[in-house]
């Protein structure tokens, strides 16, 4: 038979006095797949998404930024939808689909809104960068040929304060190309170099004047 | 010839197989100068070597010193950041992504009472608290610190008295968060009320109490803290004004809005050094505050900047929290860290000053502006800070782009109970820069003529000097106001739109890096130093000091070095993060990050480029002045084909001493006059701005829409366009925030009402207008490559516009 659960009693102030109260939350084993990862850990039944990932999962790419929903840092995608981790208890989510900013690329090879954010400056201090990442992304899930109105509502519940979001709107119209199959995606940049050997032939074999 | 090389071994055979594979033992060798990513050597692009030199960059401003050293890799061109890969892959690792082994986690206990005397701390059942490892409270920290060497007023716990809701006042660490906040209720505090001041003309009077004490230096017994006054030209030029204009502003205190809250990370190593994880813009600062809190030599002291998730003055100053969890690490002797939820953010603050500001001008009968007469009383909060400064920036930074008859200058800072106010982009131009461009327009209306004319026919020349003795060198204001001008079809639309629209144009001048290193003495030792060193391997690594908080500083400083050597961005590796690592620097404040350390890489790159020539010289018998250097090969001017790779160059020059080693330091000319107060404001070069904003107003509920902007701003010279772009995008993104919806709001009782993103209104996306960026070339002669400040000059003319255009 299996022992009941342990209950851990908390301090509390009433008053001035300070008295055993509250219950400490129930602590479970809470399983979700996150990037593509099984994740089994132990959590509070009280505990907030956001400091689950960032705290017993790792994937620290989930940014804290406001606590309450205002900045869109903490955006993860929950079986495909954006969704605000600071906003959800990790119950609500068991057993669901998680993809954070780490799950967005395909091994070496970013996700082409990762590389367009890079190549058209969207992304300057880079905090809040994780968040658009996963909205945009989401918008491009659904849709290829988001109009700028689209994107704007898209992204209208993360705040960026660096880039003033023309660059982050033109750089999800880039990814969007790429998504389409107008544009081809950058390569990784852990590729194999083409010439391994930095130091080729230094004098070269040929008549002064025949340089290409 | 079959396209092989004498050195292929095995004949002369084919070097590909069929299926494209590389025979074995055979090397595909590549024309001359291979390495890198990229096999080939890449042809010297001419599209960005300046006219001057041979290529085909247009230099409208005249050529530059640097010109001679352009090889047209990497300045000038649209580039990624180089650490954006990291931010977009989430590997970027901010304050609280800092996560060692056995940590605990540090809170601090905030005061409830806007000013109070602490009679006693009883700490014995916080103690007891189980999983409590330390407790600090100011007895701890009785060394005094702050960011300015003149106004040490902070102590890393309130000491005597608190002095604003949210002053810390004591702090724990403990095995988790909810443990520690536990704690946080333990403390038995007898606190004796004191008469707070809210309201700066308040401040001014008498105070039972005063803020501060500075003994016999107190003015009185109010809470000024810093009173300047100035006057320059000729005053009596204002007494028979042809037109005049009078304008009184209350301008609330806005706060940076970063979205990365402050955390800090500390650990004691074994060696008894501290380690330090900050996001900080100025980690020296800090450097210097925890020695002198901590009792603790520099040496012994290792600040590390993590990415700093948004900055923009924010985070400059050494801050409280810095020294608390330093201090919890070495009583509990594990690393302690301590990360802000969003309120901390705003009792911490540093924003731009709440401030009354009034400004009387006048004009003559040729409409040539006689007269600035401007009163700034600037609401400090409960510290110094970066006060000192500010106040003189209220007046000082006033005193251009426009040719002035006189100006004379009231200022005086108060320190107040509320959260300190500080160093926030555009730090104290923007309320008297909007306050004043609103004035011209003013007299524009009351002369009839064109506010764009009225500046036009008012503006400094390049190479001038402004009343108060700034040095101005290079000057785009003139062009940046034509090309806004006919950006925005300004003569079509202004005082010809509908009601309901308007159009209204600004003008903005900020400093480039500021002419006076507030720990040192200039002339003494250098404004920045940069560390290079090339190694076998061929990458080169630059160790800066330069904080990159966003804007692209390291991406500067690569792009320099790749264009001097002459070796694509991705060989050049800087490392800016340690104190231990890196050369002492100020950091990012004043905008002086491009500018100095540019320069100073760029003279570090010219005594490595000196080395790898004479080598060549060696190696080919033609004098450095007949090699070029270009993508990762040194060859003779006049037969490409004699030449020498980049690493054989490079082999030749380190026979002697292992790795090349340079370093680059900058220093500013001596500049400025004598006056009290002559250093501040003084810089090497100045920035000039110039914006248009179009607005539509609803008549009938008064909410404004700034739906388009022409945005002009000459940044000397573009080092990277794309981030100069973005930094004024940005900026109107940030005024607009300042002129229509964010404010930080004292209730009634003086508390801080709205500090939250909620009530904090940041202008979301659906709130931005479209801003129109253009970029003004004017080639300064000392800035690196020509180049000047982007960062903050940009937001200066944004809040002008907008309020003209209503």
Not at chain 2, 761 to 771: L, R
Not at chain 2, 779 to 791: I, L
Request: net charge negative; proline share 7%; charged share 20%.
């Amino acid at each position: 038979m299996r022992a009941p659960p342990r209950r851990l009693w908390r301090l509390i102030m009433v008053g001035s006095e300070h008295i055993k109260m509250i219950p400490a939350p129930d602590k479970n084993i809470w399983s979700a797949e996150v990037n593509g990862a099984p994740v089994e850990v132990l959590v509070a039944s009280n505990a907030i998404l956001l400091d689950v990932l960032r705290d017993k999962v790792g994937t620290l790419g989930v940014k804290r930024g406001c606590d309450m929903g205002t900045c869109g840092c903490c955006t993860v995608m929950v079986d495909g939808a954006p969704r605000l981790s600071c906003l959800c208890l990790a119950g609500q989510v068991e057993g669901s689909e998680i993809t954070t900013v780490e799950g967005l690329a395909d091994g070496a090879h970013l996700a082409p809104i990762q590389s367009c954010f890079a190549e058209y400056g969207g992304s300057q201090c880079g905090f809040c960068t994780p968040g658009f990442l996963i909205s945009a992304q989401a918008l491009l899930n659904e849709n290829d040929t988001p109009t700028e109105q689209e994107i704007a509502c898209a992204i209208e519940g993360n705040l960026c304060r660096c880039t003033g979001y023309q660059q982050i709107i033109e750089s999800i119209q880039g990814a969007a190309a790429i998504h389409r199959g107008e544009v081809a995606a950058a390569a990784p940049a852990s590729d194999a170099h083409p010439d391994p050997h930095p130091d080729g032939p230094d004098e070269p074999n040929m008549p002064p004047g025949h340089a290409r | 010839m079959s396209g092989g090389y004498r050195q292929q071994p095995g004949g002369s055979g084919p070097t590909t197989r069929k299926d494209g594979k590389r025979v074995a033992g055979k090397q595909a060798f590549p024309p001359p100068g291979s390495g890198g990513s990229k096999p080939k050597m890449a042809t010297r692009d001419l599209d960005f070597i300046p006219e001057s030199v041979g290529g085909k960059e247009p230099q409208p401003a005249g050529s530059h010193i640097h010109d001679r050293v352009r090889t047209g890799t990497s300045v000038g061109k649209e580039m990624p950041l180089v650490d954006s890969n990291a931010k977009v892959t989430g590997q970027a690792w901010y304050g609280d992504d800092v996560r060692l082994p056995n940590e605990v986690i540090g809170k601090i206990l905030r005061s409830p009472h806007h000013y109070a005397r602490i009679k006693s701390i009883d700490t014995t059942r916080v103690e007891a608290l189980p999983g409590v490892l330390a407790v600090a409270t100011g007895a701890d920290s009785p060394h005094r610190f702050g960011v300015l060497p003149v106004t040490k007023d902070e102590h890393a716990m309130a000491v005597e008295k608190v002095r604003h809701v949210g002053d810390l006042v004591a702090c724990v660490a403990a095995i988790d968060e909810s443990t520690a906040l536990e704690a946080l209720n333990l403390f038995d505090i007898e606190w004796e009320i004191l008469e707070p001041v809210f309201d700066p003309k308040k401040g001014l009077e008498d105070a039972d109490e005063p803020i501060h004490w500075r003994g016999k230096y107190h003015l009185a017994k109010t809470n000024v803290q810093k009173r300047v006054f100035q006057e320059f030209g000729d005053r009596s030029l204002v007494e028979k004004p042809h037109a005049e204009s009078h304008g009184k502003w209350k301008m609330a205190g806005v706060h940076h809005g970063f979205t990365e809250p402050h955390a800090v990370v500390a650990h004691w190593d074994p060696n008894g050094r501290l380690q330090l994880y900050t996001p900080q813009q100025v980690p020296h600062y800090t450097h210097r505050a925890l020695s002198t809190v901590l009792d603790v030599p520099m040496h012994q002291i290792n600040v590390i900047r993590t990415f700093v998730g948004g900055g923009f003055g924010g985070k400059s100053d050494p801050f409280p929290h810095e020294m608390c969890a330093a201090i919890l690490s070495r009583k509990s002797g594990r690393p302690v860290r301590i990360t802000f939820d969003r309120e901390e953010v705003y009792w911490i603050n540093r924003g731009r000053h709440p401030s009354h500001i009034e400004v009387k001008m006048t004009a003559d009968e040729d409409a040539r502006i006689s007269g600035f007469d401007i009163d700034a009383l600037i609401d400090g909060g409960g510290f110094a800070s970066f006060g000192h400064v500010t106040s003189y920036y209220n007046g000082v930074l006033a005193t251009a782009p426009y040719e002035l008859g006189s100006f004379h200058y009231t200022g005086a800072r108060v320190w107040t109970n509320k959260p300190a106010s500080g160093a926030m982009r555009g730090h104290g131009a923007v309320n008297t820069r909007c306050a004043v461009e609103v004035g011209l327009d003013e007299m524009a209306e009351t002369m009839q003529v064109d506010p764009i004319d009225l500046r036009l026919a008012n503006l400094l020349p390049p190479h001038s000097r402004t009343i108060s003795g700034f040095r101005i060198t290079s000057n785009g204001m003139r062009e940046a106001l034509e090309k806004v001008r006919t950006g925005s079809n300004w003569d079509e639309k202004f005082r010809k739109l509908p009601l309901g629209k308007g159009i209204g144009i600004g003008c903005g001048f900020f400093i480039s890096g500021s002419g006076l290193p507030i720990h040192w003495d200039p002339n003494r030792f250098p404004h920045a130093t940069v560390h290079m060193q090339v190694d076998m391997d061929g990458g080169v690594t630059v160790h800066t000091g330069a904080a990159d908080i966003g804007q692209g500083s390291t991406t500067a400083v690569a792009q320099v070095v790749s264009e001097v050597l002459a070796l694509p961005i991705e060989m050049i590796h800087v490392r800016s993060h340690e104190s231990d690592t890196s050369p002492v620097d100020l950091g990012s404040y004043s905008s002086r990050v491009t500018f100095m350390n540019a320069n100073a890489a760029i003279r570090a790159a010219l005594e490595i480029r000196e080395q790898l020539l004479n080598a060549a010289w060696e190696m080919l018998g033609y004098h450095p002045n007949n090699l070029v250097l270009n993508d990762r090969r040194i060859y003779y001017k006049h037969d490409p084909a004699v030449g020498v790779s980049y690493l054989k160059a490079l082999h030749k020059a380190q026979e002697d001493k292992g790795a090349l080693i340079a370093s680059g330091a900058y220093r500013s000319p001596p500049m400025g006059g004598v006056h009290k107060g002559a250093a501040a404001g003084l810089a090497p070069a100045y920035s000039f701005s110039a914006y248009v904003a179009e607005v539509d107003v609803d008549v009938e509920t008064g909410i404004i829409r700034c739906t388009n902007v022409w945005a002009a701003h000459d940044c000397g010279k573009a080092l990277n366009p794309l981030a100069v772009k973005g930094q004024i995008i940005g900026s109107c993104h940030m005024g607009l925030g300042q002129v229509l919806s964010e404010q930080m709001v004292y209730g009634r009782t003086g508390h801080l009402q709205n500090a939250n993103l909620l009530d904090y209104k940041i202008p979301s996306v659906h709130e931005m207008p479209h801003v129109e960026p253009i970029i003004i070339e004017s080639c300064d002669p000392e800035g690196p490559f020509g180049a000047k400040e982007a960062g903050e000059g940009p937001l200066l003319p944004i809040l002008p516009a907008v309020v003209n255009a209503v």
